[in-house]
């Protein structure tokens, strides 16, 4: 799902008096079928650019539906293969999110996504919901253990997986480990929207991350909120963009209940979650989406150390705020 979250944080400079001069860096770019921006706190002529591409283009070549011969792309087309290490970890975590949202998460919906036109394909206001659900299902996934990762791997027959509800999270992560062990301890993140936070910016502030409101149209600058992170990472869901009317006039979004195999029918129009790591973040803002408001709240008190955000659209077209009781120490509004 993409996502809409907005940057605030840009370079300034920055000094110690006792260490090396730092300066903010910042690499910004495409990347799946989105664009990035991240920026870190550095010495002078230090810049990771090179291996953030890297990883980039790695992550494309396993986990993108774009690209032709893609790692997911050969699963998809009914053949078998050694999976790289991410896309195993990705699959691995996937399936335990599965588990941990009662199914609401689940990668083996890419048939539907498909059907209803929400991957490129045309869209319909119907489609033969029955028959394409012997096909969906993360029950009748397997996976290798960590170990076995070097054993071939297939999808069971008639079955193709989507990993985009939780691949960019997941190379944010990949990405702040690659700052970590060059022992970058102030940097942000941001792929596609899914935005990891640590230390501080050249302003020797906390990092700045705005929610922007859940308008059709986007408008620069202008947020619903805002929130300081700190070792934390922050995903948002939303549908208020990516929809269209079907003759009846009713909006048809692109988040798929995998358990009705149906456009999910709610006045749910973002969650954002705030959690550790921006792989837990990305999956369980996908799942509140599909899980609406009530199912949402009730399934974060599942994860300590996760909050939400909620927006809700009534039935008077005005917009209403739930938040889970620890979501405002991070707000800064």
Known sequence: MK???????????????????????????????????????VPEGVDYRTAIDSILLSMDQQMSLWVENSEISVLNNGDSMFLSTDFHGVILKSLMFSELTDGAFDISIAPLIQAW????GSRKDTIAVDSLMNFVGYKGMRAHKPGKRLEKYALPKGYAIDVNAIAQGYTVDVVAGLLES????????EIGGEVRCKGINARGRKWRIGIEE???ERVSGQFQTIVELDSMSLATSGNYRKYWEDET?????????????RPVISNLLSASIIAPNATTADALATAC?????ASATR?????????????????FGEIEV??????KKYTIN
Not at 249 to 261: A, C, L, R, Y
Not at 289 to 293: F, P, T, Y
Not at 299 to 315: D, Q, S
């Open 249 to 261: 006039g009713q909006k048809v979004v692109h988040s798929i209940d995998p358990e009705t195999g």
């Open 3 to 41: 996502k809409y979250i907005a940057l605030l944080s840009f370079a300034v400079l920055a000094s110690c008096s006792s260490r090396p001069e730092l300066i903010q860096m910042t690499n910004q770019g495409p990347a799946q079928g989105s664009t990035f921006s991240i920026s870190y706190l």
């Open 299 to 315: 399934m974060l008190e599942r994860f300590p150390n996760a909050e939400g955000y909620f927006i809700v659209g009534t039935k």
């Open 322 to 327: 739930i938040e889970t009781p620890g979501w």
């Open 182 to 189: 060059q022992s970058v301890s102030n940097y942000m993140i």
């Open 117 to 120: 036109g929400f991957s490129g």
């Open 214 to 216: 859940p308008t059709e």
């Open 289 to 293: 989406m599909i899980k609406g408001i």
